[in-house]
Every structure is written in structure tokens, then in C-alpha cells.
């Protein structure tokens, strides 16, 4: 039989695995263990949880043009857990950012960038800005509303420095977003930055073992002080990753994930906003207009990571003592303070921005809507597409197609037969009564000599009939319309009362033509119903009923077109349209 | 790799101050290592696993079952058996494709306007059936099966003969029932 310790001698002798892991176990953290030399540990907790949750995540997302926002409204709405793989990446990538940033501060404050520590504070500079980057491509991949319109503020940045344009082509893989612009933030996303943070973290590490945990004891007290690393330093380690990752489990479930917006569509009213982390870049692009962008957008940023960077030449404190480096700790103070603030003030201002608020309120409204559509799969084209699974958009089409070139639904199609643009509105009805014959209404139908002589609806001018009658009349004909259309628009029942009495005294001869009860034949339509879906599918059907327009009609039966869903379809898209006047 | 000798006296005396406290110590903080590093883990690793089998319980593409138009009977004439491709409209995860080729089924007139669909998928390992006209056989190229014209297997690999689907006629329109079946099974059994 082999025993464990054979089994380990055998693997070690071959590998050197094991007695590589012993000597990292036994490793002495100088000054002892503590929470704060969990900062690299939490950030590979981090990054490990970002790669796991990455995988599968690109399972299920495809990098093209059409195809990215359907995939990840796939993947938030419908895969098991989708929306919390979505949502725990999106804030385990804020937590890298936080935590970056936090440990490039506690090495600043503890004197951790000075000699021999250069190449370790460089390293954990460049992880923070890293974690940035991550960041920030990830943020872009839904291509949503809100990715689209931050790209295209980022790249125009990009693009408005001397020398930026082909550095904005090189990114975007070409001049116009396509699906190249996707394959490339993909690949630098899943690919060149994690490989590169991977790196910078084994560099860093290196380092950390070269040089030891940074303390603010003397070297001797520390060596003193100093414990294992295994169990001792990893248990605050493990704690703070524990910690770290319950938050963001708490976040994740409170928040419901992150927002997928819906696909970008002309029109939209949405101003999207960078990242949090990049407020107090955008805040600062307000003060530098014109030639003098270049200092917002290139020369104070640079000149903030070359102060950072170079932050252990420029540190020439004898001692490591808060009080010796005071000058230094100003100036990241500073530098700190000036991005809390400019941050702030950015906040603040689209806090009281009203109209940044109804657009980001409608994006919110529009992102529902638009992933519920999705949820039948949406067409090859992908993106704006997805609105032509709304049965709305297949009544368009029908209407475009089968009705446009007599009729006009919100302002759009021929005048050979009535507007619906407002159909069946007070104003309407109002302007129907006073004048049929108007182009708007039956006076653009053409017809031919030979069709039987048409007699239509008398004008009725404001001489013949008072506008408190009118009034009166219209509320009546509404309170035809059924209890559900009548309730919709707030009929006054006594207006409508008023009405019908002078509907039936026949003081302006309504009722010698209009029948009001079901299945009644006049002269003139019978108006039980009207306006109601059921009125205008039996329309749409047949208008040369008997008791609709009679041989008077010159439109088409439809009956034996469309099916009665479509008619069904039809009659919606009218009703619908005619509420939203700006629709 | 701590490269200073001297760095091995610390440890020394702290393990030599208090041995007894020290070894009850360390063995909590082996366990709470164990204990909440698995608990980190599992946050991101179990629904990541979730997500991950989200295949095995949806389906991710739709695959009709449904009556699919292969066109007027007077296609079909009798003698020699006729491919068809069936269309419909297609779900394969988050796309939605309008009117596209579903799959190939060989349809014969036996007479009498009595028809016969087949899957056009060797049951074998999937690959397209030929109709050989000198034999009047099928055959599969991949690996030689060869089936009679009413479908049932004469020679090689093939666990059964061609599947049947189910064809309907309403007036002069034909109509099929395009369906997919295990392959390598014995029995024809639904995929």
C-alpha cells in the first residue's frame, strides 16, 4: 500500500508543488497578522470570482452587433440565476475598483511605496487602474442604450486628442460601431486585461514575499512580531474575502442585479452617464471647452497617474513618519479630495436635472418592455428589432399595408377616407358633426360617376347647432362607445343625459338616420358601439353592412383578408394611437 | 521565500511562549480558513453551476411538432419518391428566425394519392439519405446503409429503417409532421 506521505514524496519529488506550498504556508508576515494586509488576497478572491462567473456568463453571451443585447437579455431574464450572474459580476467589478483604489490609499498613508518598494507600489498602481479597465469594458458589452451611449462619448474623448483618431479606430475596428467594436472590447475584456491583471497580481505577489507585508513597526519589532502566514495571515485573509463577498451577495439579491436598458432606438431621451468611477472625469471635461479639453481629458489625468507613479522619487522624507512625508500625503490628499468632489458635484447636478430623470425614468420603462418582447426571441437583425414582436408593431404593418392609403393613424397615410389620428377623442366627434363632408372626415373618398349618389351628413355650423348642444351630442355618442370606452374617456353621464334627450327630441334630426340600439337598420350607421373594438372590427369586416355604412361604403371587406385577430390588431392600434396624441 | 536566516527566531520563541494556547488557536484558524473559504466560493461557484445547467431543464431551441406545409399533392406523383424541405419559424435561444428550413423528409406517392413521409436523417449517425434511382433504394453515404423504398433497412450499420412522420391531406394540401429521433436507438423513440 502507498501511504499519504508516499503519495506526497512521490508528486514533490516529480513536482515541487507541495514544498512550494509549504514554504508560501510558513512564509513569516513581519509585524503579525492583520486585516490589513488582506488588500492583494481580497483582490484575487475578487478577480477569481469575476473569472468563474465570466465563464459562464460568455456561454451565453455573443460579441456581434445584432446579437449581444438579445444574448444578455437571454442570460438576465431567462437562464436559471442569469440575472444574479449578471448582477454579482457587475458588483464584484465595482468592489475590484473600490478595493484597487482602497489599497494604492493604505500604501500611500503606511509609506508603502518607498524604497526598495517600487516595483511593489507600481504593480499595485497598475492593478487598480486595471480593475478600471475591466471595468469599464464589461460595462459596454450589453449594448444596451446606455452602453452605446457612453461609448460614443468615450471614443469621440478619444478621437478629440492630436493623434487620437487612428487610437479610436484601432478600438472601435473602424469608423461606426459594428460588430467589430464588440469583438474587440470582448477580447480585451475576457482576454488581454485579465491576462495582464493576472500577471501584475503574480509580480505583486512576488513582491510581497520579497519585501513583506509593508508594517508601520520598526524593522525589528516587526521581524519580532512576525508570524506564519498559514493559518495566521490567511484567516484575516479568508475573513476580509468572506466579508467582501457576503456584501456584494447582499447587494446582488437587494438590487435585483443591474439594469439591462433596452436596445438603443431613435428617439430615445436617455442621456447615458459614465460609470461612477469616471464621474469626476465628465465633471471636469465642464470646465475645459474647446482647444482646451486636452487638459480635462488628457494632461491633468496623466499628469495625476505620473504624480502616483512616480510618488517614490518624489517622496524625499528621511523618515517613513506620517509627519516627515506630511507634503506628500498632501498632494494624494488632494488629488483624492479633487476627484470626491468633482465626483459630488456631478451627482449632485443630475440629481436636480429633471429632464435627466424623465429620460432615465422612460429608459427604465422602455428596458421593461423591451425584454419582455425579447423573451419570444428576438429577429436576426437583433437590437432594435425586438419591437416587431410587440403585437402593436405587427398592427403597424397591417395598417401600412392594408389600410395607409386612404387612411391617416397618427398623422401618417393618405386622406381618401377619415383621420383616426385622434379617433373617437371630444374633438373628433366635435369637428365629425360640424362637418362630415370635410377632406378629414368623407369628403376625400373618391367616387365614380356610376356609384349610386351618395348623400351624406349635413353640415352642422355653430348657427344651427350651439356648442353647449354639440357638446351634449358628443358626450352622448361617447356614452355609445360601451361602459369600458365610456369610463376610459370620463363621460359626465348628465352631459350625456342632456344628449340623449336632444338626440331623441329630434331637434337636430340625429336619430331620423342613426340608429342607437344593436341590430337596427338606418339610413345613416347605427351608432350602438361605436368607436369600440367590437364596432371597428365589425367595420373593418364589412362597412357595407346594412347597418353600418351601407351601399354607401367604399371600402374594402376585409373580412376575407385578415383574420379576426388582425382585424382585432387593427382596431387596438387605432383606439391606442388616438389616446397618445404624440404617439 | 523568506531569505533572512535570522527571521526564524521569532517564530521559535512565539511557538515556545505558549504551546498549548497556540496549537487550540491554530487549529480554529485552520478550520475558519476552511470553513469560510468555502463559503466565499460558493458564492459565485453554485450559481454559476446553476447557470451553467440551465440547458439540461429548458428548452433552448424550439423544435416544432407541428404540421408543416410541404406543398400540393399533385407534387407527388406516383413512382419515385420526392425531397422535400420543410420551413417554419425557429427559437434557438435568443433568436427568432422567420420561415426557415427545418429539415428534409423523402415523401412517396405510393398510388391512390396515399402518401408516405420519411425522415430524410440516416438513424444510424444523422447524416442526409440519398434515393439511389437504378436500385430504387436509399442510401446512406456515410457509412452504406442501404434502405428499401418503404423505407426499411436492407444492409449496414443502421440500428432501423428510415422514420416515418406523419403526413396529413386536406383538400389538395400536404401536410407533415417534422419531428426528430433518437439516433443509435433500436426503437424509434423521440429525440
Same mark, same amino acid.
Given at each position: 500500500?502507498?501511504?499519504?506521505?508516499?503519495?506526497?514524496?512521490?508528486?514533490?519529488?516529480?513536482?515541487?508543488?507541495?514544498?512550494?506550498?509549504?514554504?508560501?504556508?510558513?512564509?513569516?508576515?513581519?509585524?503579525?497578522?492583520?486585516?490589513?494586509?488582506?488588500?492583494?488576497?481580497?483582490?484575487?478572491?475578487?478577480?477569481?470570482?469575476?473569472?468563474?462567473?465570466?465563464?459562464?456568463?460568455?456561454?451565453?453571451?455573443?460579441?456581434?452587433?445584432?446579437?449581444?443585447?438579445?444574448?444578455?437579455?437571454?442570460?438576465?431574464?431567462?437562464?436559471?440565476?442569469?440575472?444574479?450572474?449578471?448582477?454579482?459580476?457587475?458588483?464584484?467589478?465595482?468592489?475590484?475598483?473600490?478595493?484597487?483604489?482602497?489599497?494604492?490609499?493604505?500604501?500611500?498613508?503606511?509609506?508603502?511605496?518607498?524604497?526598495?518598494?517600487?516595483?511593489?507600489?507600481?504593480?499595485?498602481?497598475?492593478?487598480?487602474?486595471?480593475?478600471?479597465?475591466?471595468?469599464?469594458?464589461?460595462?459596454?458589452?450589453?449594448?444596451?442604450?446606455?452602453?452605446?451611449?457612453?461609448?460614443?462619448?468615450?471614443?469621440?474623448?478619444?478621437?478629440?486628442?492630436?493623434?487620437?483618431?487612428?487610437?479610436?479606430?484601432?478600438?472601435?475596428?473602424?469608423?461606426?460601431?459594428?460588430?467589430?467594436?464588440?469583438?474587440?472590447?470582448?477580447?480585451?475584456?475576457?482576454?488581454?486585461?485579465?491576462?495582464?491583471?493576472?500577471?501584475?497580481?503574480?509580480?505583486?505577489?512576488?513582491?510581497?514575499?520579497?519585501?513583506?507585508?509593508?508594517?508601520?513597526?520598526?524593522?525589528?519589532?516587526?521581524?519580532?512580531?512576525?508570524?506564519?502566514?498559514?493559518?495566521?495571515?490567511?484567516?484575516?485573509?479568508?475573513?476580509?474575502?468572506?466579508?467582501?463577498?457576503?456584501?456584494?451577495?447582499?447587494?446582488?439579491?437587494?438590487?435585483?442585479?443591474?439594469?439591462?436598458?433596452?436596445?438603443?432606438?431613435?428617439?430615445?431621451?436617455?442621456?447615458?452617464?459614465?460609470?461612477?468611477?469616471?464621474?469626476?472625469?465628465?465633471?471636469?471635461?465642464?470646465?475645459?471647452?474647446?482647444?482646451?479639453?486636452?487638459?480635462?481629458?488628457?494632461?491633468?489625468?496623466?499628469?495625476?497617474?505620473?504624480?502616483?507613479?512616480?510618488?517614490?522619487?518624489?517622496?524625499?522624507?528621511?523618515?517613513?513618519?506620517?509627519?516627515?512625508?506630511?507634503?506628500?500625503?498632501?498632494?494624494?490628499?488632494?488629488?483624492?479630495?479633487?476627484?470626491?468632489?468633482?465626483?459630488?458635484?456631478?451627482?449632485?447636478?443630475?440629481?436636480?436635472?429633471?429632464?435627466?430623470?424623465?429620460?432615465?425614468?422612460?429608459?427604465?420603462?422602455?428596458?421593461?418592455?423591451?425584454?419582455?418582447?425579447?423573451?419570444?426571441?428576438?429577429?436576426?437583425?437583433?437590437?432594435?428589432?425586438?419591437?416587431?414582436?410587440?403585437?402593436?408593431?405587427?398592427?403597424?404593418?397591417?395598417?401600412?399595408?392594408?389600410?395607409?392609403?386612404?387612411?391617416?393613424?397618427?398623422?401618417?397615410?393618405?386622406?381618401?377616407?377619415?383621420?383616426?389620428?385622434?379617433?373617437?377623442?371630444?374633438?373628433?366627434?366635435?369637428?365629425?358633426?360640424?362637418?362630415?363632408?370635410?377632406?378629414?372626415?368623407?369628403?376625400?373618398?373618391?367616387?365614380?360617376?356610376?356609384?349610386?349618389?351618395?348623400?351624406?351628413?349635413?353640415?352642422?355650423?355653430?348657427?344651427?347647432?350651439?356648442?353647449?348642444?354639440?357638446?351634449?351630442?358628443?358626450?352622448?355618442?361617447?356614452?355609445?362607445?360601451?361602459?369600458?370606452?365610456?369610463?376610459?374617456?370620463?363621460?359626465?353621464?348628465?352631459?350625456?343625459?342632456?344628449?340623449?334627450?336632444?338626440?331623441?327630441?329630434?331637434?337636430?334630426?340625429?336619430?331620423?338616420?342613426?340608429?342607437?340600439?344593436?341590430?337596427?337598420?338606418?339610413?345613416?350607421?347605427?351608432?350602438?358601439?361605436?368607436?369600440?373594438?367590437?364596432?371597428?372590427?365589425?367595420?373593418?369586416?364589412?362597412?357595407?353592412?346594412?347597418?353600418?355604412?351601407?351601399?354607401?361604403?367604399?371600402?374594402?371587406?376585409?373580412?376575407?383578408?385578415?383574420?379576426?385577430?388582425?382585424?382585432?390588431?387593427?382596431?387596438?392600434?387605432?383606439?391606442?394611437?388616438?389616446?397618445?396624441?404624440?404617439? | 521565500?523568506?531569505?533572512?536566516?535570522?527571521?526564524?527566531?521569532?517564530?521559535?520563541?512565539?511557538?515556545?511562549?505558549?504551546?498549548?494556547?497556540?496549537?487550540?488557536?491554530?487549529?480554529?484558524?485552520?478550520?475558519?480558513?476552511?470553513?469560510?473559504?468555502?463559503?466565499?466560493?460558493?458564492?459565485?461557484?453554485?450559481?454559476?453551476?446553476?447557470?451553467?445547467?440551465?440547458?439540461?431543464?429548458?428548452?433552448?431551441?424550439? #423544435? $416544432?411538432? +407541428?404540421? !408543416?406545409? @410541404?406543398?400540393?399533392?399533385?407534387?407527388?406523383?406516383? =413512382?419515385?419518391? *420526392?425531397?422535400?424541405?420543410?420551413?417554419?419559424?425557429?427559437?434557438?435561444?435568443?433568436?427568432?428566425?422567420?420561415?426557415?428550413?427545418?429539415?428534409?423528409?423523402?415523401?412517396?406517392? #405510393? $398510388?391512390? +394519392?396515399? !402518401?408516405? @413521409?420519411?425522415?430524410?436523417?440516416?438513424?444510424?449517425? =444523422?447524416?442526409? *439519405?440519398?434515393?439511389?434511382?437504378?436500385?430504387?433504394?436509399?442510401?446512406?453515404?456515410?457509412?452504406?446503409?442501404?434502405?428499401?423504398?418503404?423505407?426499411?433497412?436492407?444492409?449496414?450499420?443502421?440500428?432501423?429503417? !428510415?422514420?416515418?412522420?406523419?403526413?396529413?391531406?386536406?383538400?389538395?394540401?400536404?401536410?407533415?409532421?417534422?419531428?426528430?429521433?433518437?439516433?443509435?436507438?433500436?426503437?424509434?423513440?423521440?429525440?
Amino acid at each position: 500500500m502507498l501511504s499519504l506521505q508516499q503519495l506526497q514524496a512521490w508528486v514533490d519529488q516529480r513536482t515541487g508543488a507541495i514544498s512550494a506550498f509549504r514554504q508560501a504556508a510558513q512564509r513569516r508576515v513581519p509585524g503579525g497578522a492583520k486585516l490589513w494586509n488582506a488588500f492583494p488576497s481580497v483582490l484575487l478572491f475578487l478577480f477569481a470570482q469575476e473569472v468563474v462567473l465570466g465563464i459562464v456568463m460568455a456561454m451565453y453571451y455573443s460579441p456581434s452587433a445584432a446579437g449581444a443585447w438579445a444574448s444578455v437579455a437571454y442570460l438576465n431574464d431567462q437562464v436559471t440565476l442569469g440575472w444574479f450572474l449578471r448582477g454579482l459580476h457587475h458588483h464584484t467589478s465595482y468592489a475590484m475598483v473600490i478595493v484597487g483604489a482602497l489599497y494604492v490609499g493604505y500604501l500611500v498613508i503606511v509609506g508603502g511605496y518607498r524604497r526598495p518598494r517600487e516595483v511593489y507600489w507600481i504593480s499595485a498602481v497598475i492593478i487598480a487602474l486595471l480593475c478600471i479597465g475591466m471595468a469599464l469594458s464589461g460595462s459596454l458589452l450589453p449594448w444596451d442604450e446606455q452602453a452605446l451611449g457612453r461609448i460614443a462619448v468615450e471614443t469621440s474623448i478619444m478621437a478629440s486628442v492630436p493623434g487620437g483618431e487612428p487610437q479610436r479606430m484601432l478600438l472601435v475596428g473602424g469608423k461606426e460601431f459594428g460588430n467589430f467594436t464588440l469583438l474587440r472590447l470582448y477580447s480585451f475584456h475576457v482576454f488581454v486585461l485579465p491576462v495582464l491583471f493576472t500577471a501584475l497580481l503574480l509580480l505583486h505577489r512576488r513582491q510581497v514575499v520579497r519585501h513583506g507585508e509593508v508594517s508601520s513597526l520598526s524593522a525589528d519589532e516587526a521581524r519580532a512580531r512576525a508570524v506564519r502566514f498559514f493559518p495566521h495571515q490567511l484567516f484575516w485573509d479568508v475573513l476580509a474575502m468572506t466579508l467582501v463577498g457576503t456584501v456584494l451577495l447582499i447587494a446582488t439579491v437587494n438590487t435585483h442585479g443591474t439594469e439591462l436598458f433596452g436596445p438603443l432606438v431613435s428617439g430615445s431621451k436617455f442621456q447615458a452617464r459614465p460609470e461612477w468611477y469616471f464621474l469626476f472625469l465628465n465633471q471636469l471635461l465642464h470646465y475645459f471647452e474647446g482647444p482646451a479639453q486636452i487638459i480635462g481629458t488628457v494632461i491633468l489625468p496623466g499628469a495625476a497617474v505620473s504624480f502616483l507613479v512616480a510618488l517614490p522619487w518624489v517622496d524625499r522624507a528621511e523618515s517613513s513618519s506620517l509627519k516627515a512625508r506630511a507634503p506628500v500625503l498632501a498632494g494624494v490628499g488632494l488629488l483624492m479630495a479633487g476627484i470626491v468632489t468633482l465626483s459630488a458635484i456631478a451627482v449632485a447636478r443630475d440629481h436636480n436635472d429633471k429632464e435627466y430623470n424623465k429620460g432615465v425614468a422612460q429608459a427604465h420603462k422602455f428596458a421593461e418592455y423591451t425584454r419582455e418582447l425579447a423573451k419570444a426571441g428576438v429577429l436576426p437583425e437583433g437590437g432594435e428589432a425586438v419591437l416587431q414582436n410587440d403585437p402593436k408593431y405587427q398592427a403597424i404593418t397591417l395598417f401600412k399595408e392594408h389600410c395607409q392609403n386612404c387612411h391617416t393613424v397618427a398623422g401618417e397615410g393618405g386622406s381618401e377616407a377619415p383621420d383616426f389620428s385622434d379617433y373617437n377623442s371630444r374633438a373628433w366627434l366635435s369637428a365629425l358633426i360640424r362637418n362630415a363632408q370635410d377632406p378629414r372626415f368623407f369628403g376625400g373618398i373618391k367616387r365614380k360617376p356610376t356609384d349610386p349618389k351618395h348623400e351624406g351628413m349635413d353640415p352642422y355650423p355653430a348657427k344651427d347647432l350651439p356648442d353647449a348642444d354639440l357638446k351634449a351630442l358628443v358626450e352622448y355618442c361617447l356614452s355609445l362607445s360601451g361602459e369600458e370606452a365610456a369610463k376610459a374617456a370620463h363621460v359626465d353621464a348628465a352631459l350625456a343625459k342632456k344628449g340623449a334627450d336632444l338626440w331623441e327630441s329630434g331637434t337636430y334630426n340625429c336619430s331620423d338616420c342613426h340608429e342607437v340600439t344593436e341590430g337596427e337598420t338606418g339610413d345613416a350607421p347605427n351608432l350602438f358601439g361605436h368607436g369600440s373594438k367590437a364596432w371597428l372590427v365589425k367595420t373593418i369586416t364589412n362597412s357595407s353592412a346594412n347597418d353600418l355604412f351601407g351601399k354607401d361604403a367604399k371600402m374594402p371587406k376585409f373580412g376575407q383578408k385578415l383574420t379576426p385577430e388582425q382585424m382585432g390588431q387593427l382596431a387596438d392600434y387605432i383606439i391606442e394611437s388616438a389616446q397618445k396624441p404624440n404617439n | 521565500m523568506s531569505t533572512d536566516p535570522s527571521s526564524d527566531q521569532p517564530v521559535q520563541q512565539e511557538d515556545a511562549s505558549a504551546p498549548a494556547e497556540d496549537s487550540r488557536r491554530v487549529f480554529m484558524k485552520v478550520l475558519g480558513v476552511g470553513g469560510l473559504g468555502a463559503c466565499a466560493a460558493a458564492i459565485s461557484a453554485v450559481p454559476a453551476l446553476a447557470a451553467f445547467s440551465y440547458p439540461l431543464g429548458h428548452e433552448t431551441t424550439s #423544435n $416544432g411538432g +407541428n404540421f !408543416l406545409v @410541404a406543398g400540393k399533392l399533385s407534387r407527388f406523383k406516383p =413512382g419515385e419518391p *420526392v425531397l422535400v424541405d420543410l420551413f417554419a419559424d425557429r427559437v434557438d435561444a435568443w433568436s427568432r428566425m422567420v420561415n426557415v428550413k427545418i429539415g428534409s423528409v423523402w415523401v412517396i406517392n #405510393n $398510388g391512390d +394519392n396515399k !402518401l408516405r @413521409a420519411m425522415s430524410a436523417i440516416c438513424p444510424h449517425l =444523422g447524416c442526409l *439519405v440519398d434515393y439511389q434511382k437504378a436500385e430504387k433504394k436509399f442510401l446512406c453515404p456515410c457509412h452504406t446503409s442501404w434502405f428499401k423504398e418503404d423505407g426499411s433497412l436492407e444492409s449496414g450499420p443502421s440500428p432501423r429503417g !428510415l422514420d416515418d412522420l406523419e403526413v396529413e391531406v386536406k383538400g389538395n394540401e400536404v401536410s407533415i409532421r417534422y419531428r426528430r429521433f433518437k439516433l443509435g436507438a433500436k426503437d424509434k423513440e423521440p429525440a
